[in-house]
């Protein structure tokens, strides 16, 4: 059965310390994503990468790190440079190209106090 | 600057009727539009998408419509069911480029 899986669904850091979430994909999909979603701000583009070992900055990358070395795997470290790391992050996949689908997994809520 | 606009953030529709979801979108350089339906605490999973050689598009229930002039695409559910209440986000994007989201429109279905 193909799909993304995101672990942990729940994770709770103090103030300063980094994290990373873990996302996973079999569906042989080239290209992984990294979204935030904040109340009433819609889905936020973080990192992407469309290809092993390359990967882009998104919209709001500062504070964040992200790793390609495998198709199957995109971990996202969140810093602790990032201000406002409370918020649930999502991980999606796409076989890439225009109009494609994203797939997303059914994320991770990050708190951190 | 937000390129793709839901300006409703709310909807409420009774069962059985229309439920009509509407996005906005500044560039014209856009020629995929999707559209995706959110759970609380769960991935947001694809409904349909339209590219812009068309100007509508159906399946099942669900029917998006395009119109490139006034940049404006909208989501028709009918007849709108329970299952249906979530939140639902439009997205769009040029080529191969990433994906832009909109805010997203919370949808309730009452009965």
């Known amino acids: 059965d193909g799909g993304i899986t995101q672990s942990p669904k729940y994770l709770f850091r103090k103030e300063g310390q980094n994290v990373t979430l873990s996302c996973e994909q079999n569906?042989?999909?080239?290209?992984m994503y990294w979204y935030r979603q904040d109340p009433g701000q819609g889905l936020r583009l973080i990192y992407y990468s469309q290809i092993v070992n390359d990967f882009q900055k998104g919209d709001i990358a500062e504070g964040y790190s992200v790793s390609r070395e495998k198709k199957e795997s995109f971990p996202l470290t969140v810093t602790s440079a990032q201000k406002n790391p409370t918020a649930f992050y999502l991980c999606?996949?796409?076989?890439?190209?225009?109009?494609?689908?994203?797939?997303f997994g059914n994320g991770t809520r990050l708190t951190v106090t | 600057d937000q390129q793709v606009k839901q300006n409703s953030p709310s909807l409420s529709v009774q069962e059985g009727r229309i439920s009509i979801l509407n996005c906005d979108y500044t560039?014209?350089?856009?020629?995929?539009f999707l559209w995706y339906k959110k759970y609380p605490a769960e991935g947001p999973t694809f409904l349909i998408s339209i590219s812009s050689i068309k100007d509508k598009n159906e399946d099942g229930r669900f029917t998006v419509f395009l119109n490139k002039s006034a940049k404006h695409l909208s989501l028709h559910i009918v007849p709108s069911q329970p299952g249906d209440s979530a939140v639902y986000f439009c997205?769009?994007?040029?080529?191969?480029?990433?994906?832009?989201f909109g805010q997203g429109t919370r949808l309730t279905i009452n009965p």
């Open positions: 997205a769009a994007s040029e080529g191969a480029q990433k994906l832009v």
């Open positions: 999606a996949s796409s076989i890439g190209g225009g109009g494609s689908p994203l797939h």
């Open positions: 560039n014209s350089m856009f020629d995929y």
């Open positions: 569906l042989n999909h080239d290209a």
